[in-house]
């Protein structure tokens, strides 16, 4: 009877698994395409021989000034690289409005019978300038191709003399990863061409496309000089995501090694190239059309069979039957080792069939299924315990990140008995909430999501650092690091973690400005110190939480902010731990409500390489010549400062300056050490 259960039940599983693999959903499709990424993940890498990048990068940036540039520039390095023996020129860069410094008609000029193609993009907002191409067509390819309501090319001088105008936009997956690029889109009846097969138009002198479409959709292009290139039925093409193209910056005097090479300028400068998710992780975007190219002139046709899906999920089932037999009559050993062979076989067939055939299979439904209906078939005496452990799992993953819980499910005496430990405490506060609570009225269940939200953004970079959220406390918050799990970085990664909290404030305030709510702000104060942590309360009620004189320091550093108009304030004993990761600037020597005793407290802005340490020394003097009772003086710094730090310190110099000036007004002893003494928590 018990192994007719156990066949019943597994065959259960099977027959759900079959249901729903059949009806393919979106987290099937999802593990599909992400099994393809894996293969793609392990393929050979090339380095290219026939493309070549020219790199907008800092450099760059350093040498010609803010982007964007002139245009006057790009028609020099265009004139430079075709004196340098240069093939085709690509710029995936979007010349939609006319140059605000007037030199359009210079540019038109380099672009004049220069071999370079330009770029156009898809959109649902504007339809002008677009630049099509003509289509010899075998079929009717138009239902099939992707469409866009609109097309914004480039202004007319630069498309008219352009020698090509390709297409930027992508058709991600339903993931938002790249792995497909569509040769050929339009809008209307027109047809507009990727910037990849573009730049193979031009290299040929071809002035059209040729495509063939049959009953169940498009099936191979060409540009009539160029071989045929085999599409699915949307006219995509697989990119093989293995291309590695070699670089050098524009900055660069000297542009002979990209004699002979397509020639695509990208942007890499901080902040201002754009980042696309492939399979083989986030790249610049121009290494789009640089690998669809690539992939074009290899001749590297990946093929995914259109019945491949359905061969798939009956092998799955084949397998799925396959197992239940092996699991009800075998050794519990033989059927752990088919369970494991069987995957491991799905892997690798689907990794030797794209390596020695370029066909993609999908091996995670059949590792699933196998997987799945094996171990419930031979392992069902361990579903208690998996269920026991997602119980803990879910009773402490709110305030503390999966790395925690495990330790804790492993050792509960954590928690316990409590401990006695060096650690880093930050307290956070909601800044703005008064005209935001305002702006919801009387809707109290929207103001309360929206709470929830920022929430959950403030939270998500503690549980990325491995830190413990001890509490919320209405729109406040506390977090430790270094409790209960180790870490010997604590000062760090208070810090780095606080920086990250802004950064999702910032987030934040995108989403609820679109929606018409005023921004918000937060402030939070770090300090390291001596802490007793552990299960806290009453018998009735009781919580994790962390007791010690360095946690109400934390609370009154923080309270703080407001004050010196800083965002983020650290005492001294996480500023001296800290003090070579991080860019900080002094903020006052304070004796908290309560002490007597006062302490340095710092802000820190940015990472130390990132800084002008020229303004880090004048704001420095400024404290001197404060401490040194020269309060005109250090008004004078103040004033000068109000501009430097990109003006994030502004509302601390005001502050400053009414300080200085109230201090001119006070008698003050010559062995003044310039503490302030805190009157207010």
Not at 211 to 232: F, H, L, N, S, W
Not at 320 to 327: E, F, K, R, T
Request: proline fraction near 5%; charged fraction near 20%.
């Amino acid at each position: 009877m018990k192994w007719i259960t156990h066949w019943a039940t597994a065959l259960l599983t099977l027959a759900v698994l079959s249901f729903i693999g059949f009806n393919d959903p979106y987290i099937k499709e999802t593990l599909r395409l992400k099994s393809f990424d894996f293969i793609q993940q392990y393929d050979t890498p090339t380095v290219s021989q026939d493309v070549a990048f020219l790199e907008i990068d800092e450099r760059a940036i350093e040498k010609y000034g803010q982007w964007p540039w002139s245009r006057e520039v790009l028609a020099d390095v265009i004139w430079k690289l075709r004196e340098q023996g240069a093939g085709i020129i690509v710029l995936p860069i979007l010349f939609s409005e006319e140059d605000r410094m007037g030199k359009d008609t210079v540019l038109a000029e380099a672009l004049v019978s220069n071999g370079v193609v330009i770029a156009q993009v898809g959109t649902t907002q504007a339809n002008k300038n677009a630049v099509p191409r003509g289509v010899a067509k075998i079929g009717d390819p138009m239902p099939w191709l992707f469409e866009w309501p609109g097309m914004l090319g480039p202004i007319e001088v630069l498309g008219l003399n352009a020698d090509g105008v390709g297409v930027l936009n992508t058709v991600p997956e339903i993931d938002g990863v790249v792995r497909r690029l569509p040769l050929l889109m339009r809008v209307g009846n027109d047809v507009y061409p990727a910037l990849a097969i573009e730049t193979i138009r031009v290299a040929t002198g071809d002035p059209s496309y040729q495509v063939k479409t049959e009953q169940g959709g498009i099936t191979k292009m060409r540009v009539p000089q160029y071989a045929t290139i085999q599409t699915d039925s949307n006219g995509r093409i697989w990119l093989r995501w293995n291309k590695q193209f070699p670089a050098i910056s524009l900055a660069e005097d000297d542009y002979t090694p990209l004699a002979g090479k397509t020639v695509i300028i990208g942007i890499t400068a901080e902040g201002l190239g754009n980042v696309i998710a492939t399979p083989a992780g986030e790249k610049y975007a121009h290494m789009l059309p640089a690998t669809a190219l690539q992939t074009i002139i290899n001749g590297d046709n990946i093929v995914r069979f259109d019945y491949a899906t359905f061969v798939e999920w009956v092998g799955a089932i084949i397998l799925g039957l396959l197992l239940i037999l092996i699991a009800t009559r075998a050794p519990y050993w033989l059927a752990g080792i088919v369970i494991v062979t069987v995957p491991a076989g799905a892997v690798y067939g689907a990794y030797y069939y794209f390596i020695n055939h370029l066909q993609l299979w999908d091996w995670s439904w059949p590792v699933l299924v196998t997987v799945l209906v094996g171990f419930h078939s031979v392992f069902n005496r361990f579903t208690k315990e998996f269920f026991e452990k997602q119980a803990i799992k879910k009773q402490f993953a709110g305030y503390c990140s999966p790395t925690v819980v495990r330790m804790l499910q492993e050792n509960p005496s954590l928690i316990k008995d409590g401990m006695k430990r060096e650690i880093s405490i930050c307290f956070s506060d909601l800044r703005g909430f008064t005209p935001l609570g305002e702006s919801f009225g009387d809707d109290v269940k929207g103001l309360t999501k929206l709470m929830n939200g920022y929430m959950d953004a403030i939270t998500q970079p503690i549980l990325d650092a491995d830190g413990m959220v001890i509490k919320y406390i209405g729109d406040a918050s506390m977090h430790v690091h270094n409790a209960p799990n180790d870490d010997p970085d604590h000062p760090k990664s208070a810090v780095r973690t606080g920086l990250n909290m802004l950064k999702a404030v910032e987030k934040f305030n995108e989403k609820i400005t679109a929606e018409g709510r005023p921004p918000i702000g937060m402030g939070a104060g770090i300090n390291t110190g001596l802490g007793y942590l552990g299960e806290m309360g009453s018998t009735s009620r009781h919580s994790y939480d962390v007791l010690g004189d360095a946690v109400s320091t934390a609370a009154r550093i923080e309270s703080k902010c407001k004050e010196y108009g800083c965002l983020l304030l650290v005492g001294e004993n996480t500023y001296d731990a800290t003090k070579d990761n991080f860019f900080y600037l002094k903020v006052d020597e304070l004796a908290v409500k309560g002490k007597s005793v006062g302490i340095r407290i710092y802000t820190v802005l940015d990472n130390i390489k990132r800084v002008d340490h020229k303004s880090k020394t004048l704001h420095d003097q400024m404290h001197e010549a404060y401490k040194s009772q020269k309060f005109d003086e250090a008004i004078y710094h103040c004033e000068r400062l109000k501009s430097h730090f990109g003006g994030k310190m502004k509302g601390y110099y005001d502050m400053w300056i009414e300080r200085c000036e109230y201090m001119k007004t006070q008698e003050l002893p010559k062995d003044w050490n310039g503490v302030f003494i805190a009157t207010t928590k």
